[in-house]
């Protein structure tokens, strides 16, 4: 494919492309570099051996740092989830380095190059990557594309791990807890302790058949480990988010209405994919 090519919207995808950015709030390219800004996102499921290389040590001191950019971007490339996310998004935006921060931010939290990647290709990417492996489920899978899935962190979560579909089966416990956990949440800081946060956000649920999200619930996360932490200085009503236990970032106005866009517009696209669930059949 041309370049050109790779860089328009598709059609299908204009319709509700996102939240309209004035530009009065986004992300100065100069605040964080895209490689640290990957790292606060990763470290949290690297620490707990979800992802990526073995040292989670060193990827949270060089978060916390943020000063050995050259080799955060040689981890970056090491968590296979991620890396081809941003490699698409990078090439179908015209942004030569993957590690930009606009690539990363619109991977981890959604800002408006998500609207250039045509569904076609992001279905043709998940193709080369899962169909093999996948098998009898890449079908579904893919099928949350053209229902309006965009690819931002939250389609991985649901559509392309199994844990919805493990749901759906009758699975309970650690499906529920991996995909609200795996997400990237928001929510207001209430108190500060030293390391740890209280943090009200709104927990995912799952009513049968559909993901849906909760009411606010008051859950403790980490700023730090031992006074190592990304977050910097935090108060009572900053908007954070969330990745498993951790803060990783404050969300500017506009950061926080594309997480709610990108988290709605996955869920939306995974729902309606569900089948009817035992609520649901017997009418209620």
Not at 153 to 169: C, N
Not at 173 to 194: F, K, N, S, T, Y
Not at 226 to 232: C, L
């Amino acid at each position: 494919r041309s370049g050109e090519r790779m860089t328009r919207p598709a059609p299908e995808d204009r319709r509700g492309s996102g939240p309209t950015d004035t530009g009065e709030d986004r992300r100065p390219a100069a605040a964080v570099p895209g490689p640290v800004l990957f790292a606060r996102y990763a470290y949290p499921p690297n620490s707990l051996g979800y992802c990526g290389p073995g040292d989670p040590a060193a990827l949270l001191g060089a978060a916390a740092e943020g000063t050995d950019v050259a080799g955060l971007g040689q981890l970056a490339a090491r968590f296979d989830g991620a890396w081809p996310y941003l490699q698409l998004l990078a090439a179908c935006s015209g942004i030569e380095d993957p590690l930009d921060w606009r690539v990363v931010e619109a991977y981890w939290v959604g800002n408006d190059l998500l609207a250039r990647v045509p569904p076609t290709t992001l279905a043709h990417s998940l193709g080369d990557r899962f169909e093999q492996r996948a098998g009898r489920r890449f079908e579904p899978l893919v099928s949350a594309v053209p229902a309006g899935g965009i690819p931002q962190h939250s389609f991985h979560v649901f559509a392309v791990y199994p844990w919805l579909g493990l749901l759906r089966a009758g699975m309970d416990g650690p499906p529920m807890e991996v995909l609200d956990r795996c997400r990237i949440r928001w929510g207001r800081i209430e108190a500060v302790a030293g390391d740890l946060v209280a943090v009200t956000s709104r927990a995912l649920s799952f009513d049968g058949s559909r993901l849906v999200l909760g009411p606010d619930r008051v859950e403790q996360a980490r700023r730090s480990l031992d006074g190592v932490g990304f977050s910097g200085d935090l108060r009572p009503g900053d908007m954070v988010s969330l990745h498993w236990d951790w803060v990783c970032d404050r969300l500017s106005p506009a950061a926080l209405r594309w997480l709610c866009y990108c988290t709605k517009r996955n869920l939306d696209a995974v729902n309606s994919l569900a089948a009817p669930g035992p609520a649901a059949v017997c009418g209620a």
